[in-house]
């Protein structure tokens, strides 16, 4: 099937346009639309959302280019007919045909293709806009010549993530369309209620050049985004369509239409807002077309869906077996031996470096965040090195955390490689928690065909500089000091880090940047300056301290390995499962008991937290018989009662002893004042005492 594609780089004139093509890809949405209804009301799958009222968006897409880039929403069949012409996919999506779009996974209508530059489509209202912004960001940083489209509709219009769209592509100037398709409704609440005012006038006083349109004039719409893509191609930023459109059907298959629309406005809203019908009456008045042609083309499209459906039939369904497949991608890890010359860094070094060695091997490399393009590099100084030899590879943001990672990780599905978001805190990272989710589940949902390579760094856990039992206390307090890991380590298809050392900070950093799914790189604030940590006598501990030297240059550690730490000779008598701030601790713990008891004791640096490494928990439980599991996370549902959980599922008759659960106090966070946040944390002192009562056990 031909459809009406612009060839790259022409502005053509509306006349260029093949209108009874146009016409026939709005006429096979509806007809799909139309049949799949129905088989939805014979009970031939569970759910169906159609397109009737929203055809018009083939003009939108007839007027850009083949390469833009669409961010579609289930309302876009004729948009996604008119890209690709692929009348299967939707009825592939109704049935969870393993041919369609998804794999089969993923609701009718969430449209979505890699190599037609077509977003996976989300069933989060506007949840695709954050991402849409990242992808505006990179084609201006590579100084592509596409744009990209994000639709949404009115209720859509009104969410957080479509402010932060309207802000990425306002503030940074993107070559971003969005439009607005308002059909009056958002299920039952009426438009009044997602916006005040003009919304057109809204986005022209903030940056954006808008137009509204009613939407059941084709040739009108068309137009109007030839309008705003000339204003988009012309390098002057981003702009915004508000269509005006008729809602034919109900919201869904689920919803009740007479519940909420009156018989009488239905009636006229079919009669005068029906795109295709009024398009095919124009087509008839400008002598395009005759009345009798465009009832033969509907019927021959009606004969030619009917077979392509049962084609579709055939086609195979999901097996059962593959429901794990396409959950999570890491690297494979290549041996590789450090080749530069140590020297001794502390861990905000070793990540100034790693940060510089990524943009060096990688062009397109960047970080984004709060204050990272200033000279002092954020507000720890984690970018200052990038910032003095590649200043143009740390970009400031604005204040908005949700911003940050949508330019992020949307830069990233678009290059296929991890670019890096830098969260102040991991406590703010909370506006950001759904685009995060999302950029977790792409990979899966449409079965592999996306990825969503994004970096995450963010300064977490207990405020202050060094080790807690050596440094008193740190005045993080609430909102600077929450470990974070219990918010990331739920997520499915999320990677998460907290190294321990400066050499290990490095090395994991490099190797997270080569991940395909998303990583949150979890900084300990203590961590950033701490020297290695020291028993009661003031003896550093040899073992940890050697990871204080940093070399020079490339190289890589293993996701999903943990590192295997042993204080003192012999078997050990104790495995301590610890991460961040607590291997710090648990060294310290450790030395002062071998130093009084002898023998060994040994600690499992998880470094990966998911996935993290079973087989040396389970080998490190196995050799001690006897376990403990620290973490500074608040003693609530937590990534430490995971593995703690999971030791007793899995190591019972390992176990000579009860295994063994510390973490900070059950509240919200660690108060600000000293003796509070003393009593709140766990420390190298809480930890020998466990270890006392354990052996003793
Ligand atoms: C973030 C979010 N909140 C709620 C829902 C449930 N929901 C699904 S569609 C919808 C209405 C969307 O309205 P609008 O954006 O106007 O699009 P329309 O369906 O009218 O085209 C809602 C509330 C959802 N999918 N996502």
Not at 158 to 172: C, E, R, W, Y
Not at 622 to 633: G, I, M, Y
């Amino acid at each position: 099937m031909t459809v009406n594609i612009q060839p790259k780089g022409t502005g053509s004139p509306a006349a260029s346009l093949d209108v009874i093509q146009l016409y026939r890809t709005m006429l096979i949405a509806r007809l799909t639309n139309d049949l799949l209804k129905t088989r939805k009301t014979q009970g031939r799958y569970p759910f169906y959302i159609g397109c009737a009222g929203h055809e018009t968006m083939a003009a939108v897409v007839a007027a850009l280019n083949e390469d833009d880039w669409l961010a579609l929403y289930y309302r876009d069949l004729a948009a996604w007919l008119q890209r690709t012409g692929d009348v299967y996919a939707a009825l592939r999506e109704a049935y969870s045909r393993t041919t369609g779009p998804s794999a089969g996974r993923n609701m009718p209508a969430h449209y979505s293709n890699r190599r037609l530059h077509i977003l996976p489509g989300m069933s989060e209202v506007a949840g695709l806009c954050p991402f849409a912004g990242g992808i505006g960001f990179s084609i201006k940083q590579q100084q592509g010549h596409e744009l990209i489209l994000c639709s949404t509709g009115d209720g859509g219009a009104a969410t957080n993530d479509f402010h932060v769209l309207f802000s990425q592509a306002t503030i940074h100037r993107l070559p971003v369309l969005m439009v607005i398709e308002d059909n009056g409704w958002a299920i039952t609440t009426p438009t009044s209620r997602q916006w005040a005012g003009s919304l057109v006038e809204w986005a022209n006083a903030r940056g954006a050049y808008a137009e509204e349109v009613e939407g059941s004039d084709v040739m009108a719409s068309y137009e109007a985004v030839q309008r705003l893509v000339q204003h988009i191609r012309s390098g002057r930023g981003p702009a915004l369509l508000h269509l005006h459109l008729g809602l034919l059907d109900p919201h869904s298959s689920s919803t009740d239409i007479r519940s909420y629309r009156t018989k009488e406005e239905l009636a006229q809203t079919a009669a005068t807002r029906d795109p295709v019908k009024n398009f095919g009456r124009w087509l008839v008045a400008q002598g395009h077309a005759r009345e009798e042609e465009l009832e033969q083309m509907r019927k021959e499209l009606r004969a030619e869906l009917e077979r392509a459906e049962q084609e579709v039939l055939q086609e195979p369904e999901p097996a059962a077996e593959r429901v794990t497949r396409h959950v999570l991608s890491l690297p494979q890890w290549r041996e590789n031996t450090p080749r530069g010359t140590s020297r001794q860094l502390t861990m905000l070094g070793a990540i100034n470096e790693a940060l510089v060695e990524l943009a060096q091997r990688d062009p397109g490399f960047f970080v984004y965040g709060q204050d990272v393009g200033s000279s002092k590099g954020g507000v720890f100084g984690a970018t200052a090195a990038l910032v003095k030899q590649m200043p143009d590879r740390a970009i400031s943001s604005p204040l908005n955390e949700q911003l940050i990672v949508g330019i992020v990780a949307g830069a990233g599905m678009k290059e296929g490689k991890a670019r890096c978001a830098e969260i102040q805190f991991v406590d703010y990272h909370q506006s950001a928690a759904q685009t995060l989710r999302l950029a977790a589940r792409i990979q899966y949902q449409c079965y592999g065909d996306w990825t969503a390579p994004l970096l995450v760094r963010a300064k977490s856990g207990s405020g202050g500089g060094g080790p807690i039992s050596s440094s008193t206390v740190g005045g993080g307090a609430y909102g600077h000091s929450n470990a974070g890991e219990q918010w990331f380590t739920v997520v499915p298809g999320m990677i998460t880090v907290c190294p321990a050392t400066p050499f290990d900070a490095k090395g994991l950093l490099l190797e997270a940047a080569r991940a395909q799914s998303p990583v949150t790189f979890l900084e300990r604030g203590r961590l950033y300056r701490s020297e290695p940590p020291r028993d009661d006598e003031g003896i550093i501990c040899a073992e940890l301290a050697q990871y204080w030297s940093v070399p020079d240059g490339y190289y890589t550690l293993p996701l999903g390995k943990a590192r295997r730490l042993r204080i003192g000779e012999g078997p050990s008598r104790v495995a301590i499962i610890a991460w961040g701030t607590m291997v710090l601790e648990a060294c310290t713990a450790a030395m002062n008991i071998v130093k009084r008891e002898g023998g060994a004791i040994e600690i499992v640096d998880l470094r990966t937290l998911m996935p993290f490494d079973q087989e040396a928990v389970a080998a490190a439980v196995a050799e001690a018989n006897r376990v403990l599991v620290v973490t500074e996370e608040v003693d609530a549902t937590s990534f430490g009662r995971h593995v703690h959980s999971w030791i007793v599922e899995n190591c019972f008759y390992d176990l000579d002893g009860t295994p063994i659960f510390i973490s900070a106090l059950p509240a919200p966070a660690a108060p600000y004042n000293a003796p509070e946040e003393i009593a709140f944390y766990p420390s190298a002192k809480t930890i020998e005492a466990s270890i006392t009562r354990l052996l003793a056990e």
